[in-house]
């Protein structure tokens, strides 16, 4: 295990110990972000297990983007004003989404590789979420800094994370077709992953630090 790995499993394991810590005093948002944290960390432990028994790990890797989106898009449709408008987005998208995830195991990537396609895919639909949110919450302000709100820090850890990254799930499979050095990319998924959990500790921290206010 290298040791940029540790790090990671570390952040998670950390807000994930964080969530667990104030888990009473946080929304239900902000608990399916914990449950989120624990899908994640699961996955990236498994994928290093996984082969080391002769199997495929990107089975895996579908079967997180299969769980992540709805995950993902409950956190956000809670933190919404117009829910109802949002809503029919999220249906449509889902949709779309997970037609497409059939088609691609069937045509274009079987489930013995890496699901970029399904990845991209998924990324344009999360940041269409996290520009609906930064857009709802730029029209209505609550009395409140940005930086004590915890969705502002999940909404730009995310943002972060899935426009740094999109290029490279985008061509990840063509790099690896035909060999072009990949540590690079390693590099970048790896640190703007750091700095995406890192964001959603700090939002788990904020939020439960408001609340916790707000009871005292």
């Not at 495929?56 to 983007?65: A, G």
Request: net charge positive; hydrophobic share 50%; charged share 10%.
């Amino acid at each position: 295990m290298s040791d940029k790995s540790k790090i990671l499993y570390l952040l998670l394991f950390l807000g994930i110990a964080v969530g667990v810590f104030y888990y009473r005093k946080l929304n239900s948002a902000f608990k399916y972000l914990i449950i989120l944290l624990i899908c994640v960390l699961i996955t990236e432990v498994g994928s290093k297990i996984i082969p080391h028994y002769g199997f495929n790990k990107n089975p895996l890797y579908i079967l997180f983007s299969i769980l992540h989106y709805p995950i993902f898009s409950y956190i956000y449709y809670q933190f919404l004003s117009k829910k109802k408008d949002f809503k029919i987005h999220l249906l449509v998208t889902a949709f779309l989404y997970y037609f497409f995830v059939v088609l691609n195991i069937i045509y274009l990537q079987p489930v013995t590789i890496f699901p970029s396609n399904i990845i991209l895919v998924e990324s344009v639909f999360i940041l269409s979420q996290i520009l609906y949110l930064f857009y709802d919450m730029l029209h209505h302000p609550i009395q409140k800094p940005l930086t004590q709100q915890g969705m502002f820090w999940v909404n730009s850890g995310s943002l972060f994370f899935y426009s740094s990254t999109f290029i490279i799930f985008g061509f990840f499979n063509y790099f690896k077709k035909y060999q072009f050095e990949m540590n690079w990319a390693y590099f970048i998924l790896w640190l703007t992953n750091i700095i995406m959990y890192s964001c959603y500790l700090i939002a788990i921290i904020v939020e439960g630090k408001n609340k916790t206010k707000e009871i005292f």
